[in-house]
């Protein structure tokens, strides 16, 4: 199982970005997906989570501004992010609890990151 994550690059402040990431391979099922983010000097934390039903949860620093959905069809999950801010910097991570391969086994999984850079 691989995620391919796509879609970072710079912005303005009050910008907006939307990253995608895609799993592939010999996939059954797919449970929660999500966002996470690391700053230079920081932890990684996450920024918003779907379950496999489409309910989501997001980082009280993102609410209001940042959405996640997924396409189920397409094993993939977006985060449309709006009025992006300085500090939304960093280094975005896609995960995934999957199903996957023969015998079946479930594995969580992490995109390559892709890099988002707020700055005027």
């Known amino acids: 199982v691989q995620l391919q994550a796509s879609g970072g690059g710079l912005v303005q402040p009050g910008g907006s970005l939307r990253l995608s990431c895609a799993a592939s391979?010999?996939?059954?099922?797919?449970?929660?997906m999500g966002w996470y983010r690391q700053a230079p000097g920081n932890q990684r934390e996450l920024v918003a989570v779907i379950t496999s039903g489409g309910s989501t949860n997001y980082a009280d620093s993102v609410k209001g501004r940042f959405t996640i959905s997924r396409d189920n069809a397409k094993n993939t999950v977006y985060l449309q992010m709006n009025s992006l801010k300085p500090e939304d910097t960093a280094v975005y991570y896609c995960n995934a609890l999957v199903v996957a391969g023969t015998p079946r086994y479930e594995g969580d999984y992490w995109g390559q990151g892709t890099l988002v850079t707020v700055s005027s």
């Open positions: 391979g010999s996939i059954f099922s797919i449970g929660d």
